[in-house]
């Protein structure tokens, strides 16, 4: 069976009602190229084939009126019951708008655990400007093989997360904040779920005529 992949709106965690939240994305590469010169290519609408690698890259966009990002620590959770991680990657450098701007991993290195589901120590930061208003930058990224190709458009598969108390957090000019998470998941294909539609309606009307 081949899967669709998309991606999804997540968690909103905010800080504060009245505060502008930067977003944490996670979106695919087109697994057609997983390994293509740029990363950040949006995936758009191929299909997979269970087994297949596909890499989800870590996106942070600055909110438009908010206070500038200078740090990102975070935990990537995914499904493992679809996918399986291989391996995680924090950009060396990112440059960001401004001379002399630019992020760079805190700690050395991440860490996996495709038992739990999560890869930890994910951190990008800066002692200069930041990141500020709406612009986007790659973070790093997380590599997968698809184990399974169930799900829908209801079930996150790999999202960003800060679920690890006095670690994890989104660092802004003005103080610690919340972010708007974008989930990526892994779907059946249209195709598929049309067929699954239609062999159930034909068994209810079987039962029908028993009847």
Do not use: C, H, Y
């Not at 191929?46 to 966009?61: E, G, M, S, W």
């Not at 990224?141 to 790999?158: E, H, I, L, R, Y």
Request: glycine residues 12%; charged residues 10%.
């Amino acid at each position: 069976m081949k899967i669709r992949i998309l991606a999804l709106v997540g968690l909103l965690l905010s800080a504060g009602t009245a505060q502008a939240l930067p977003t944490i994305s996670m979106i695919w590469r087109d697994p057609a190229n997983p390994t293509g010169p740029a990363l950040g290519d949006v995936i758009g609408t191929p299909t997979i084939a269970v087994n297949d690698r596909v890499v989800a890259d870590v996106v942070l966009t600055g909110d438009a009126t908010g206070p500038s990002v200078n740090g990102v620590f975070i935990t990537i959770e995914f499904n493992t019951g679809k996918l399986f991680a291989t391996g995680a990657q924090e950009l060396a450098t990112v440059n960001l708008p401004g001379m002399g701007n630019s992020m760079s991993p805190i700690g050395i290195g991440t860490a996996i655990d495709n038992t739990l589901g999560r890869v930890t120590n994910f951190d990008e930061g800066t002692t200069t400007t930041g990141l500020a208003t709406s612009e986007s930058r790659t973070l790093g990224s997380v590599a997968f093989q698809v184990v399974a190709a169930t799900g829908t458009v209801n079930d996150p598969d790999v999202v960003g997360s800060l679920v690890n108390v006095g670690t994890d957090t989104i660092s802004t000019t003005a103080g610690a904040s919340g972010a708007n998470f974008v989930s990526a998941a892994v779907v059946p294909e249209p195709a598929s779920a049309a067929l699954g539609v239609a062999a159930l309606a034909t068994l209810l009307g079987l039962k029908r005529r028993r009847n």
